[in-house]
């Protein structure tokens, strides 16, 4: 059984990016691991050590409180949602989020992070600096983003960005099982611009290579790889767009100001981060 962890602070960002994961639990046949973490002040060293614990012992207090009051509120969403036969367990940590998230993922073989990003800024701030940009850039497993407006429904089509690189078709034979699962194509994109080195017959290669299975080649000849993108995203009717990350300047090379702010007001679809293997 996989399995999908995610992190929670209970927002209504959260709660959003909670159905898709219980969606892709559905769909891989997983269980999913909830996490809330909180980080415990440093405090002034004018309190006197029997001070420390009394305040660290409220504030642990409060914040499983908090945790045991929000838990049956996200089991409410599962049953809504038709979800309820889906496992979960939950874990409620002290200290930085990302470095539990390393943590779980060793200590429970974890497949899946799913995490939600929010704002007008999101799209920017997701890939350059956010907990789920530092999840992305940081962890070795594939990560699912899910931007605030991005509503579930029913996946029919998977798009998957490629350089069309021998190592990205293990990646991509992985997102054609997610799309087996849900009954969904997928349509694969290389943008080829006038320094791109690819040649004829690696298409076809990669059409050969995948005859047998339900994928599309896209190769649009083009400079301008973030509209193209963009412009796949539309035309294509793409619900969930899966990535490579290669570097993590490679993300920042691509999500370039302008571009983030068009994709901030007009992309709501999910981003699955796929790692380098």
């Not at 969606?23 to 909180?38: N, P």
């Not at 470095?99 to 060793?106: D, F, H, L, R, T």
């Not at 539309?234 to 993300?251: C, E, V």
């Not at 007001?265 to 981060?273: E, M, N, Q, R, S």
């Amino acid at each position: 059984m996989k399995k999908i962890l995610f992190p929670t602070d209970f927002s209504n960002v959260a709660n959003n990016a909670f159905v898709h994961a219980l969606g892709l639990a559905k769909l891989v046949h997983g269980e999913l691991i909830l996490l809330h973490t909180y980080e415990l002040p440093i405090i002034d060293n004018q309190f006197a050590p029997q001070n420390y614990k009394e305040v660290f012992d409220s504030l642990e207090l409060t914040n499983f409180d908090k945790f045991k009051d929000e838990i049956p509120k996200l089991r409410q969403l599962a049953i809504e949602n038709n979800c309820e036969h889906i496992k979960m367990s939950h874990i409620l940590m002290d200290g930085d989020l990302i470095y539990n998230v390393k943590e779980i993922i060793k200590k429970d073989a974890i497949d899946f992070v799913v995490m939600g990003t929010s704002g007008a800024s999101g799209w920017k701030e997701m890939f350059l600096g956010t907990n789920t940009g530092e999840a992305i850039a940081n962890l070795t497993i594939p990560v699912l983003s899910i931007p605030e407006s991005a509503k579930f429904s029913k996946i029919e089509t998977i798009g998957f960005t490629t350089r069309f690189r021998e190592k990205d078709k293990v990646a991509l034979s992985n997102v054609i099982k997610i799309a087996k699962s849900a009954g969904a194509i997928v349509k694969c994109l290389y943008v080829e611009t006038q320094n791109s080195d690819n040649t004829k017959a690696t298409y076809k290669d990669w059409e050969a290579h995948f005859k047998n299975e339900s994928v599309q080649f896209h190769i649009i000849p083009s400079d301008n790889v973030n509209e193209t993108i963009e412009e796949f995203i539309t035309h294509q009717n793409i619900d969930i767009l899966a990535m490579l990350t290669y570097k993590r300047n490679f993300f920042q090379w691509m999500f370039s100001t302008s571009f983030t702010e068009k994709m901030s007001y007009h992309c709501t679809i999910p981003i699955l981060a796929l790692h380098e293997l």
